[in-house]
């Protein structure tokens, strides 16, 4: 009897942490921007012209166990955030239904989505390009459409925005994607980041002017080590990678327009003290993976893509994952690449457990105090 009431408190004790970690971070609702790293639907609702095969397996193989949408074999960073605010995952957009409920959040990602407005890539003859016309001032667009059905007075907005996350990215990695795959020059790409830096930037104050109190702002991935850039821009000078075999000049300008972004992130700081602006740094988060890969158990590598149609990479532009000639690996969470352009269910977690419990979020997230 004794033993049974000194055990009684450890059980409760544990009970209670357990349910701390599973809804650790302290919001009601969150409202998501970006592109394939976050999307939960839109791009397939709106008819996927571009990329048909995200409406088949092996997309959606490990988790959801059919496809969802989403550019991966399962959960992505913005789920595992839902999942830490014990929230349900974000609806898409584009497929709210009449008398959904949706107070706790939507997304508005589409994937292939650009930073700036797609008339800037057809002034540019590449708008042909783009997998899609729903840019970041179009995503904003729908969410002041949607606004007046969350909350109609200021005082009630303010009310329930206090309780929000908007996360505004990651967003303007296609916006280089688009200009590299076509040719552009790294020069040519950083001529280009204070525009995408600055679009950005303003979305973030749309939303603090809306009433968003705290943000969360992804920067850009370390693209050197992305199947794609390592398949299209492979060289034979070894200089040009790192000793984890990424391209160098490729990671330096993720760097490069991460360091903007964070100017300008600062810059928003001061002119709204009110709001907490928050940097994601994504590049260390998804670099550590890099650097010790058996650590988090991708004991086939992290820069070889799980699924594709050959190459040194497993990336084939003509074979791509989920098209003939392709095929999927056993075990995707061996795997820190899914497709050769979008990271794994494994890899996204890490990430994403990073920037909720690790130092990637700057300040952090907020949390129920423990
Ligand atoms: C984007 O808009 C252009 C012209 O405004 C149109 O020709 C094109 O088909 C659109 N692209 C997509 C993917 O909807
Ligand atoms: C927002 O939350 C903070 C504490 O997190 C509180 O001090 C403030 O009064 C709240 N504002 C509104 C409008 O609810
Ligand atoms: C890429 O895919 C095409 C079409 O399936 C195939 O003919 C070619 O051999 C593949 N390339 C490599 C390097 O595997």
Redesign the pocket.
């Given at each position: 009897m004794k033993n049974f009431i000194t055990c009684l408190p450890f059980f409760l004790v544990f009970g209670f942490t357990g349910a701390v970690s599973a809804t650790s971070l302290q919001y009601d609702s969150v409202f998501n921007f970006g592109d394939s790293l976050s999307d939960t639907g839109n791009f397939l609702l709106s008819g996927a012209l571009a990329f048909p095969v995200i409406g088949k397996l092996p997309y959606g193989e490990t988790f959801f166990r059919h496809p969802t949408g989403r550019c991966s074999d399962g959960r992505l960073v913005i789920d595992f955030i839902a999942e830490a605010a014990g929230l349900p995952y974000l609806p898409p957009f584009l497929g709210l239904g009449k008398g959904q409920d949706f107070k706790h959040g939507v997304n508005f990602a589409v994937a292939g989505a650009t930073a700036l407005d797609s008339k800037f890539f057809y002034e540019h003859n590449i708008g042909q390009i783009l997998w899609t016309n729903d840019s970041l001032s179009v995503q904003l667009d729908w969410f002041k459409k949607l606004k007046p059905s969350l909350c109609t007075t200021k005082q009630e907005c303010d009310k329930y925005f206090n309780k929000s996350l908007f996360v505004v990215g990651e967003i303007g990695g296609n916006d280089y994607n688009y200009a590299s795959f076509v040719g552009g020059s790294i020069k040519q790409l950083r001529a280009s980041v204070p525009l995408v830096v600055q679009a950005i930037a303003g979305a973030a104050t749309l939303l603090i002017e809306e009433g968003a109190v705290e943000l969360l702002v992804p920067g850009n991935l370390p693209i050197g080590c992305s199947a794609v850039y390592l398949t299209l821009f492979q060289s034979p000078n070894k200089e040009d990678y790192d000793k984890h075999g990424c391209l160098k000049a490729y990671n330096a300008f993720s760097k490069y327009h991460n360091k903007q972004l964070k100017g300008a992130l600062e810059i928003l700081r001061l002119k709204y003290p009110h709001a907490r602006i928050i940097y994601a740094d994504y590049y260390a988060a998804a670099k550590r993976i890099n650097h010790s890969p058996n650590r988090y158990g991708f004991y086939n590598g992290v820069l070889t893509a799980c699924c594709g149609?050959?190459?040194p990479y497993n990336f084939?532009n003509?074979?791509r994952c989920g098209h003939?000639?392709s095929k999927a690996c056993e075990n995707p969470s061996t795997y820190a690449n899914w497709d050769g352009i979008h990271l794994t269910e494994a890899a996204y977690k890490i990430i994403a457990k990073g920037l909720i419990y690790g130092p990637f979020s700057r300040p952090p997230l907020r949390k129920f105090p423990l």
């Open positions: 149609g050959g190459g084939n003509s074979a003939i000639g």
